[in-house]
């Protein structure tokens, strides 16, 4: 027979055991749910379409010649601008094909007049000229996009020059036939002055104090035109005829056709187009306070076009706090914890706009010599991020302006921390950086194409810099 004793004290060690096994896996999970820090992970938010987003064009009218172009949830979410300025401008970018090319110059012009390049024009212009060099618009057919055109379908070419390099003249090839009036040298310098200014040989531009819309326009032809009084040419005498003013240079939808996704035969994710920059910025206090896109990209006619690549313009755009709620002390039940908020304060459209660049929330510990700690660093990204493909949307945190987006920090105090830094690091080439490396190893592109991507994915790693940086010693804390 069994000894009874001996049966209920194995009974009870076993009981025991349960007890122990159970009550830690509880107390592990308590501890896991209410002490343990937690690393950050990136929030799975998809900002709303902006159709759905509430606007604030009230007083639009500021910022448009002819009063802004009204959307409503009932409309097309993208529904292109309307008016006199949205007519003029569909047929001075003809997006569905090249610039026209100029043609014959007119009869005794000079090398100079007849000249597309801009580097002629810098001859009267060298201010205009020496800001467009540094600019995005001269880069726009850099290695990245030459890259991707080595042995490329004409229709793939068209569908990325027709904002990248859109006059005739750039263009190698024209309905599939070698295009005689193809000027290599012009290609790679991107969107040129002839891409906005250069129409028949015919120069536009925005009206200036002396020269209004209409006042170049022959005494004849008055009685027909909308000229100011006394109707006088401002441009008698002038090289290449002078220029013809037009308001549309100072209206925001001058730049909405490259700007704006609504072009290109629209692909949406959650709703929203891949690129609506123009579409951001009209629903915003700045579209109803008349500050245009030209307002801070172009003030007073400046050509650099500066973005989110110049850091002390992209410092203007955003607020940056941070807080540190608790200084830890090794232990896991008391990690050390702080807060990295950012603000759009400053740009007229989501902070950052477009899918390209990663706007990125760092919080992490620096041992006494400044050095950052391996394995504390968490960060987020401020971005819209899609996968390779384009056709899923992985997350939207972009800030629209007023709002916010924060970091929250929680980690075990490391034993050779000694200070504790919050940066906003600003990679502008983001989204360009990861297909390049894809197509790289894929060897996606001709030989001669990964070569030039090579250079591209260097210059996108290298274009990163940190716009914002705080750092506490804790030791002073």
Known sequence: MLDRKRVEKGLNVALGIFIVIVGGIALKRFATDNYVPKGFEQPEEHAAPLYKVKE?????????????????????????????????????????????????????????????????CGTCHPQQLSQWNESWHHLGMGPGMMGQLVD?????????????????????????????????ELRTEGLTCAGCHVRGWDRYGPPTEGHPQGSEIDPEQAATAEATEPLVDPNEGLPHGGFIARDEFQDPLFCEGCHDGRIAAGKQLEEKKI????????????????????????????????????REFTQGAFEATAELSSLGDGMVAKPLEATLTITNT????????????RVVLVIEQLDAGGTPIEGTRQQMFVARALTP?????????????????SLEYSAARHEQCAKISARVEVWPDEAYR???????????????GLKLLEEAMQAATDSRY???????DLSQQ
């Open 466 to 472: 940190v716009a914002w940086e705080r750092a506490v």
């Open 434 to 448: 990861k297909n390049y490396e894809i197509w790289i190893k894929n060897e996606t592109y001709p030989a001669e």
């Open 346 to 357: 400053g740009a007229g459209h989501r902070f950052p706009t477009y899918t390209t660049p």
């Open 56 to 120: 604030h064009v009230d007083d639009g009218a500021k910022a448009f010649k002819d009063g802004p172009p009204v959307v409503t949830e009932d409309d097309e979410p993208l529904k292109p601008g309307e008016g006199q300025a949205a007519e003029w401008l569909a047929g001075h970018f003809q997006f569905k094909q090249p610039i026209p090319a100029q043609g014959e110059p007119p009869e005794g012009w000079t090398e100079i007049e007849s000249s597309l390049s801009p580097q002629a």
């Open 389 to 405: 493909n384009l056709q899923t949307e992985l997350y939207d945190t972009r800030i629209l302006p007023g709002e916010s987006q």
């Open 152 to 184: 490329a379908e004409d229709s793939f070419v068209h569908a990325c020059q027709r904002c990248h390099a859109p006059n005739a003249e750039q263009y190698p090839k024209l309905d599939g036939e070698e295009n005689p009036v193809y000027m290599a």
């Open 275 to 310: 690129q609506e920059t123009y579409q951001e910025w009209r629903r915003t206090e700045f579209a109803g306070d008349g500050v245009t896109c030209q307002s801070c990209h172009m003030p007073e006619g400046d050509h650099s076009f500066k973005g989110i690549h110049d």
